[in-house]
């Protein structure tokens, strides 16, 4: 970096416009890519009060000479801009708007020593209003102290989340950047507590370290190149899905990204291996000349502009696709048929209760009327005859029909309408305690997020209560019996973290319900007895809206005989 200089107004007024510092989370974000573009190899993040009272970020990366310091402050001074032209632009930050434009809504103290100075300096900026530069106590590097964020702007705080959810997201901010730079050293406290620290590694062992363990041992490694276009990292297998996006971390040229150009290519390389709503855990990193993508088209730099997008696309599709296959976690044949394809409405999510009815109706002709089967008058979906795959119940209908079910998505939407029956009754859904209770291991911030909303849990029958820095699982739903308690407490924090408010959990209620009844007992690949078949079917028969699953998936699809018959040519 050369030294700070004021960009030409011409050049200031390309800058892509808009308000860099939205949340606390957004002032953690520009100060941690401030430390990065500065080389630093250790980085401290403090939190306080959820970011609004205080955010300091500590760096030992190259410092800012104690002239320069009120032009680190200017708008539009940045040291980062090789030539004015907004293009090859290799720094993460570039347009010399974080500093003035946190300093304009905060109390801003910037100290820093370069190496070669004998003390470091300090200036302040409260509202907008500069201080003069004094010297100050400092080691080698920068040190920024944001406090009373928006206590100018009191507007501004009023669209904040609770301290609890501003802390996440900056943590999550932090974890992002700190996912595609392993080679420099995290540590984040939080009023006071450390929450993170992560020594510098290699690029796995830092996916280990914020991604988890499971991802760790399951993930395929990817390595691909097309021209002038590389990407490398990890994709998770089909079995590890979350229920949010927040972890498929996507970097351009070293930048994190929320691209939906790339979330969609990595949502199309799986396909069908994964239910719809789930979505795939991922780190990869794209590389791709400088001048083939614009960075400068969104206030907080998270999206960019691909000059070539479909090109891209295709690469990270195939990319991912073809470490899936090597890593064999996607069946190389089809799952269905090729005959049976036209069939199988995948995908295209009907909403009906009703199944989907086969494109395959003609008239029927004239044939003797099947044999009534003894038994099934009164039951549309029919007698179960067998289990075919672990996967689905083939039955038999009195009126000479064939009924396909697929079990686990049957068995996920009966839970789903018996939480919400229950849910619907004064005691709220019943609980099962469990006789040994669980103990989940969450961040603190999910731990905080889960257990303020115990009193809402429990009325949907999960007991939850602290314990220790964990949360103690007490009781889970009802007919959710048997389920592994730990994952479904892992996956409601999520959710409750994506979803954010206090309030929210009241309004997602159903979408909470949803991901419950994902966790019940019977899961594709379970033997069903010819008794527990039948059930299922009668359940299903009972059971309002249950042509599709909680996600909008078929639960069954019905062959009438005319059908069977047309595909084997005898009509
Ligand atoms: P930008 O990062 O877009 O250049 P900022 O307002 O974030 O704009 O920072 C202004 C300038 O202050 C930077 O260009 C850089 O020269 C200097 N600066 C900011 N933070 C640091 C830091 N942590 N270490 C060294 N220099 C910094
Ligand atoms: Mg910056």
């Not at 498929?248 to 799986?270: E, G, I, K």
């Not at 048997?482 to 999520?494: I, S, Y």
Request: hydrophobic share 50%.
């Amino acid at each position: 970096m050369g030294a700070i200089r004021l960009l030409p107004s011409a050049v200031a007024d390309r800058i892509a416009a808009g308000e860099v510092v939205e949340r606390p989370a957004s002032v953690v974000k520009e100060l941690v890519e401030n430390a990065l573009d500065a080389g630093a190899r250790r980085i401290a993040v403090a939190l306080d009060g959820g970011g609004v009272e205080r955010i300091a970020v500590e760096d030992d990366g190259v410092g800012i000479a104690a002239e320069d310091l009120p032009l680190a402050v200017e708008r539009h001074a940045t040291s980062k801009l090789a030539d004015e032209r907004l293009v090859e632009i290799a720094t993460l930050g570039f347009r010399g708007e974080a500093l003035p434009s946190i300093g304009a809504v905060a109390r801003l103290s910037l100290v820093s020593r370069p190496r070669n100075a004998a003390e470091g300096a300090e200036i302040t900026v409260e509202a907008g209003v500069k201080g003069s530069v004094r010297p100050a106590a400092a080691g080698f590097g920068t040190r920024v102290v944001v406090r009373d964020l928006f206590f100018c702007t009191p507007a501004r705080l009023k669209f904040l989340r609770s301290p609890r959810a501003e802390t996440e997201a900056a943590l999550a901010a932090t974890r992002r950047l700190a996912l595609v730079h392993p080679e420099v050293a995290f540590r984040i406290t939080v009023d006071g507590r450390e929450v993170l620290a992560l020594a510098a590694g290699d690029p796995f062992r830092r996916m280990t370290d914020l991604l988890g363990e499971e991802m760790a041992r399951h993930a395929v490694a990817l390595a691909a190149e097309r021209g002038k276009l590389r990407l490398a990292g990890w994709v998770g297998p089909p079995s590890l899905t979350r229920a949010t996006q927040a972890d498929q971390h996507l970097a351009v040229n070293r930048r994190p990204v929320t691209d939906r150009l790339l979330r969609t290519a990595l949502r199309v390389a799986y396909g069908d291996a994964i239910a719809v709503g789930r979505h795939p855990v991922a780190l990869l990193a794209l590389d791709v000349p400088a001048e083939a993508v614009d960075v400068n088209v969104h206030p907080a730099k998270a999206e960019v502009r691909f000059r070539d997008a479909e090109a891209v696309r295709g690469f990270v599709i195939s990319a991912v696709r073809e470490a899936l296959n090597a890593g064999r976690l996607v069946a190389p044949v089809p799952r269905h048929p090729p005959s049976f394809r036209f069939a199988s409405p995948r995908g295209s999510a009907p909403a009906l209760a009703e199944a989907p009815a086969l494109p395959l109706s003609a008239p029927p002709a004239a044939r003797p009327a099947p044999a009534p089967v003894p038994g099934l008058a009164d039951h549309p979906l029919g007698a179960a005859r067998a289990q075919l795959l672990g996967t689905w119940i083939l039955a038999e209908t009195a009126d000479g029909a064939l009924i396909l079910v697929d079990q686990h998505a049957a068995a996920e939407r009966i839970r789903h309408e018996a939480l919400k029956r229950s849910l619907a009754t004064e005691a709220g859904v019943a609980k099962q305690a469990l006789l040994i209770p669980a103990v989940v291991e969450l961040s603190p911030a999910r731990a905080e997020v889960v257990l303020a909303r115990a009193g809402t849990l429990a009325r949907l029958g999960l007991v939850v209560e602290p314990f220790g820095g964990a949360v103690l699982v007490r009781a889970v739903p009802a007919p959710l019996t048997g389920c592994d308690a730990a994952a479904l407490v892992r996956d409601l924090a999520e959710e409750l973290v994506e979803s954010g408010e206090s309030r929210a959990i009241e309004s997602r209620l159903d979408a909470v319900l949803a991901r419950m009844a994902c966790h019940g007992s019977i899961r594709a690949g379970r033997r069903l007895s010819e008794a527990e078949m039948n059930a299922l079917l009668r359940a299903l028969e009972a059971t309002p809206n249950a042509g599709t699953c909680s996600h909008g998936r078929p639960t069954w699809i019905r062959l009438e005989a005319a059908d069977l018959e047309r595909l084997f040519g005898r009509r």
